[in-house]
């Protein structure tokens, strides 16, 4: 459905307008994905524990977040405080040894220093893309193995692609732990797009293939359909959820810009295997190799928002 929307307050009003689609793949019995697109915020969440647990869990994320719907703008606090919930919620609810957690990837209108910004979050490897000018830049760095082989230099973007690990994340939500989740602040200028996506549309598409729909698409649902359209053209391996949000601000925002702090990653044992029994799962420790990677420290800085002034 596409819709538009507004998120105003004093400083003047964001108009958003987006689209969404999902689909629980070609190989999948289950779409463990969920979404939620209602101003101010904008997520994917992609479950994994299997039938009863992966789609429980990324549908409790949506309920949480989904609390947020219809303010006028979300606040880092107000989001935190959706993965905390999320978080205690999927503990509370999955008993006697079930298993199951979600990745959330997102975008969050937000005030800050009298102009309006995209407040990007992400937990997992679900992503958040902008498209500006013509240019598709991905925002949010996933959470996964391949990820820190990729910042330490271990591995080219091309042997990424095919790693054996490439499935393995390295937080998500549900593990036990409390959540960390990585933010970007992002001026909400117009004419800037949000592509936000599961790894089931990324995993089918190139960059390449993802720009040249958002730059050709003119309506965020039509975009949001023809990107899940291609993932399942090319095989549909996953379940595939991506969410589309154009943006006009009338509000100039301000040349700034404001990392906020990033935690450093907790690499504990919380690591899911995808596509085994159709599902994404807990990875026991035993199946891990004799000498599994070295976790590093993120090299990967949140992306430098800063926009050159005009
Ligand atoms: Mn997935």
Redesign the pocket.
Known sequence: MCAGGFSGGDGGAVRTSWGSATDRGRVREVNE?ALLAYPPVFLVA?GMGGHDAGDLASRIAVEEFAQLAGQSSASSDDVHACFARTSSRIRTEFTRGRQGGTTVAGAAVTAHDGGWYWLVFNVGDSRVYRCSEGALEQVSVDHSVVQELLDSGELTPDAARRHPERHVLTRALGTGEPPEPDYWLLPAGADDRLLIC???LTRELSDTEIADVLASVDDPQEASALLVQHALERGGR??VSAVVVDVATTVTPEPTHTTLPRTAPDLGPHLWD?MLNGA?VPRHAAALQDDPPTPVPPASSPVDAQEDPA
């Open positions: 994905d992609d599961t790894d089931g996953d379940n995808e994404t």
